[in-house]
């Protein structure tokens, strides 16, 4: 079964302790992405990566890092300079994320983290 | 500044009838529309998308409409499903960036049976 998978489904945190959210995708596609969403709130870009050794910041990537070592797996780590971690963290791909694309981007079912 | 809005927090709609979910835009150079649906505690599934060359989508009951001068969308579902019930949000992109979707807050849509 072809699919983004997010593990774990939820995690709890200590305040000042850094967490990695794992993001893994078998769909052979070039993008990935994070969102994280707030109660209320639409998704908002934290980083993108459109191709492998490559990412970029997106519009709240304070308190945040990434890698993209490999093509299926981009994690994401929620550091202690986050001021407000506590959020549903959603990981994305699509086919392609270059300025002409239109591919439909795919999500992951999420990781719930709070910090206590 | 949001710039994709839903304005409607919530919508209520008896099975059977017409469920329309409103979003606007203020970027002119949003060129690519999408539409995903949350339930709680999961990832949004895909549902519909529409290009700005466009004015209209249609997927089984649902359909996507554009309406570029207003810088208004639309999704129509009919008829409405039980199943229907989520959360409903609207996306855009555009030229000249990597792509990346901009999100509405989202419509809680209930069909009641």
């Known amino acids: ?116 | 500044d949001q710039q994709v809005k839903q304005n409607s927090p919530s919508l209520s709609v008896q099975e059977g009838r017409i469920s329309i979910l409103n979003c606007d835009y203020t970027n002119s150079m949003f060129d690519y529309f999408l539409w995903y649906k949350k339930y709680p505690a999961e990832g949004p599934t895909f549902l519909i998308s529409i290009s700005s060359i466009k004015d209209k989508n249609e997927d089984g009951r649902f359909t996507v409409f554009l309406n570029k001068s207003a810088k208004h969308l639309s999704l129509h579902i009919v008829p409405s499903q039980p199943g229907d019930s989520a959360v409903y949000f609207c996306a855009a992109s555009g030229r000249g960036s990597a792509r990346q979707l901009t999100f509405g807050s989202g419509t809680q849509l209930t069909v009641l049976p």
């Not at chain 1, 986050?82 to 791909?93: D, E, G, M, R, V």
């Open chain 1, 1 to 116: 079964d072809g699919g983004i998978t997010q593990s774990p489904k939820y995690l709890f945190r200590k305040e000042g302790q850094n967490v990695t959210l794992s993001c893994e995708q078998n769909l052979n596609h070039d993008a990935m992405y994070w969102y994280r969403q707030d109660p209320g709130q639409g998704l908002r870009l934290i980083y993108y990566s459109q191709i492998v050794n490559d990412f970029q910041k997106g519009d709240i990537a304070e308190g945040y890092s990434v890698s993209r070592e490999k093509k299926e797996s981009f994690p994401l780590t929620v550091t202690s300079a986050q001021k407000n971690p506590t959020a549903f963290y959603l990981c994305a791909s699509s086919t392609s994320g270059g300025p002409i694309s239109t591919d439909t981007q795919y999500f992951g079912p999420g990781t719930r983290l709070t910090v206590l």
